[in-house]
C-alpha cells in the first residue's frame, strides 16, 4: 500500500495527467488524498520552523479544511460557473484530483534549511498551482487548460475574499 501512495506521489508531482484521471476515477483513493494533504501539510508546518507540534497540527487542520473548502468551491465554480461541454463530476472527484495535487507541496520541508525558506515555499506554491489546474483539468473533463486555470482563479479570489474577511472579524474581535 505504501508503495502504491509513493509511486502515485512522484507522478502527480510529476504532473502525470494520466494520474490525475486515474485518481479521479478511483473512489478508493480518497484515503490516500486526505494522506497527502496531511503530508503536504505538515511538512509545511516543519518547513516553516515555528509553533513546534501544536503549530505542525494546526497548520495541517487548516490544510485539510482549506483542501476540503477548496474542492468544493472548485467543483461549484467548475460546474456551475464555467462548465465545459463534457463536464460532469462530483465532489469526491475534486477531492481526490486536488489532494493529489497537494504532493509537490511535501518539498516545503526543506524551508527548515536557513537561507532557502521562501525558494522552497514558492517554488512549492507554484508548483501545486500546475497541479491543480491539471487536476482541475482532468476532474471536470475540460478540453481547455485555460479553463481549468480560470476556475482556479475564480476560487483564489473568492477564498482570498472569504479570508481577508474573516480575518479582520477576527482581528475585530480581539
Known amino acids: ?3 502504491i501512495i509513493v509511486d502515485r506521489m512522484l507522478r502527480a508531482a510529476k504532473l502525470d495527467v494520466q ?40 497548520v495541517a487542520g487548516a490544510a485539510l479544511l482549506g483542501w476540503v473548502i477548496w474542492a468544493y468551491l472548485t467543483y461549484w465554480i467548475g460546474t456551475r460557473i464555467l462548465p465545459g461541454p463534457a463536464t460532469d463530476a462530483n465532489p469526491g472527484q475534486l477531492l481526490r484530483t486536488l489532494g493529489f495535487a497537494s504532493a509537490p507541496g511535501v518539498v516545503r520541508v526543506l524551508g527548515v ?16 498551482l500546475a497541479a491543480m489546474i491539471i487536476a482541475v483539468r482532468s476532474a471536470l473533463d475540460y478540453e481547455s487548460t485555460w479553463r481549468a ?26
Open 149 to 174: 486555470l480560470g476556475v482556479c482563479a475564480i476560487g483564489w479570489v473568492i477564498q482570498a475574499l472569504v479570508l481577508a474577511i474573516v480575518f479582520s472579524v477576527l482581528g475585530a474581535a480581539s
Open 19 to 58: 494520474l490525475y484521471e486515474e485518481v479521479e476515477a478511483d473512489e478508493s483513493a480518497t484515503g490516500q488524498a486526505v494522506g497527502i494533504v496531511a503530508m503536504s501539510a505538515v511538512a509545511a508546518g516543519i518547513g516553516s520552523g515555528g509553533g513546534g507540534v501544536l503549530g505542525v497540527l494546526v
Open 1 to 3: 500500500m505504501a508503495t
Open 113 to 128: 534549511i536557513p537561507g532557502i525558506y521562501n525558494i522552497v515555499f514558492l517554488v512549492a506554491a507554484i508548483w501545486m
